[in-house]
């Protein structure tokens, strides 16, 4: 359903990013990510690391790293995918929040919601 190819969006040393195989309806599970959990007041050595642009909030007071395809999802203000966290199963669940034909590119708003416009870092760099 989903694989890991080349993204012209990325700018990064890999440029990877997430595609469908196939069309996926609206509402579909695309990845179940398990999760690498740690306490925020160990961020600042991930900080000094390139994971420091992959980790996600994990609820109040952790972060965590995602394993799967998890990290590879790009960001978009107009995503066609979402995430839940289950804090049950430690793993982000990842949704198709349009249909998404066939090669298209999975996209999720790093800002957790897909409706927040909110400028993410690397956007207010270029600012």
């Not at 993204?7 to 997430?18: A, I, K």
């Amino acid at each position: 359903m989903i694989e890991v190819k080349t993204s012209s969006l990325s700018d990064g040393e890999f440029n990877r990013g997430v595609f469908a195989t196939c069309d996926i309806k609206k509402g579909t599970m695309l990845h179940e990510a398990p999760v690498i959990a740690y306490p925020n007041d160990q961020h600042q050595y991930i900080e000094q690391t390139l994971l420091a642009d992959y980790a996600f909030e994990y609820g109040v007071n952790h972060s965590a790293i995602l394993l799967g395809y998890g990290m590879l999802f790009n960001h978009s203000y107009n995503p066609n995918a979402t995430y839940e966290i289950s804090f049950e199963k430690h793993t982000f669940d990842f949704y198709a929040f349009t249909d998404i034909k066939a090669g298209e590119e999975i996209l999720i708003n790093y800002n957790g919601d897909v409706d927040d416009k909110e400028l993410l870092w690397f956007d207010q760099e270029k600012e």
